[in-house]
């Protein structure tokens, strides 16, 4: 069973530029959740969609974005890059809410 | 409000040691669910394990034992016979039943020498 995949590995962006990352989850899995992890701020709730919707939403402001497609893969967008939107990015996919995640290996994300 | 505490940042042994990670929670809800996720070098995260608020029995698997007691609100982590594969970031998370959100402790960061 192939896990979770997310593209690319690295990515790097200028300050004002938008970044889009990427991910597939398990599949059969409905709900796509994605977390930051920037150095010193652990891991942070960004968003979560389940069945095409967005359920959930941490404190991020909204120039963060996604959305989930038909197959239940998932895209990220971070419009206006900032010097501290540098971190991995994870996302992760459940069978259900509050079933175990299972993660990808991350984007890292580096703005310039 | 959820909140995941692990107090200790980095706990260091030698190989063989036993070494516990204490989690502290908090939360309103009467239903929840408690996990535990290893971050190895690599960066990927693995579940180990989910008990939900229900079930206060603690389980063990194989070097692995989890020790939860709600009078206290913990979920502490216990690595038996610690090996030197071990050494990784700890996370303990949270999660409700009303918003499914999975939130975090800082993490806990076991270094396991030789």
């Known amino acids: 069973e192939a896990g979770v995949t997310q593209s690319p590995t690295h990515l790097i962006k200028t300050r004002g530029q938008q970044a889009t990352l990427r991910c597939s989850p398990i599949s059969g899995h409905t709900s796509v959740y994605w977390y930051q992890q920037a150095l010193g701020l652990g891991l942070q709730f960004l968003l979560w969609?389940?069945?095409?919707?967005?359920?959930n939403r941490g404190n991020f402001p909204p120039r963060f974005s996604g959305r989930q497609f038909p197959n239940y893969s998932s895209e990220l967008n971070v419009n206006a890059l900032e010097l501290e939107d540098s971190a991995l990015y994870l996302c992760a996919s459940s069978l259900l809410p509050n079933s175990p995640l299972h993660f990808g290996n991350g984007t890292r994300l580096t703005v310039t | 409000a959820q909140k995941v505490t692990q107090a200790q940042t980095e706990i260091s042994v030698v190989e063989k040691e036993d070494v516990t990670l204490d989690c502290v929670y908090e939360t309103r809800d009467t239903t929840y669910y408690l996990f535990w996720y290893k971050q190895p070098p690599s960066g990927e995260l693995v579940f180990l394990i989910r008990r939900n608020s229900f079930d206060e029995q603690n389980e063990i698997s194989g070097r692995y034992s989890w020790n939860f007691q709600k009078s206290t609100s913990s979920f502490n982590f216990t690595i038996t016979a610690s090996q030197v594969v071990d050494s990784a970031v700890y996370f303990c998370a949270l999660s409700s039943s009303n918003d499914y959100k999975l939130s975090f402790g800082a993490g806990t960061t076991v270094t396991v020498r030789a």
């Open positions: 969609y389940d069945e095409g919707e967005e359920r």
